[in-house]
């Protein structure tokens, strides 16, 4: 019996935005690579996120091992962008954190230490 090799399309749609799913779900790339980034098994990345299918998991991972400098830049522009969003949003609250009836919160060193790390 012979096999039938189709080349299969990667479960990669970008949405709206240029942002990149897995499939028809709301899961990113970004998400899926981190985990397994992280020592995630294609198992146990479908188990954390269920709307997945283990079948594209095994697929993406194998696109980011096959193209690895092309993945690495998309997911560097996707950190920069957010991080841009983040600072954006940053103004908008610290308004909302100095509020008068924050009080002591409004000082700036605790608006520098609510903000540590992000």
């Not at 998991?57 to 980011?64: F, K, L, Q």
């Amino acid at each position: 019996m012979a096999i039938s090799f189709a080349t299969e399309a990667i479960p990669i749609e970008a949405d709206a935005s240029g942002v990149l799913r897995i499939g028809k779900t709301r899961v990113t790339l970004d998400t899926v690579i981190a985990a397994f980034s992280n020592g995630a098994t294609p198992e146990e990345i479908v188990q954390q996120y269920p709307t997945l299918n283990l079948a594209d998991v095994y697929y993406v991972i194998g696109y980011y091992l096959r193209r690895p400098p092309e993945v690495e830049t998309y997911l560097h522009k996707e950190r920069l962008k957010r991080m841009r969003y983040a600072r954006k949003m940053r103004p908008a609250l610290t308004l909302r954190v100095c509020a008068p009836s924050h009080g002591s919160l409004c000082r700036p060193s605790n608006l520098d230490h609510a903000f540590a790390g992000r």
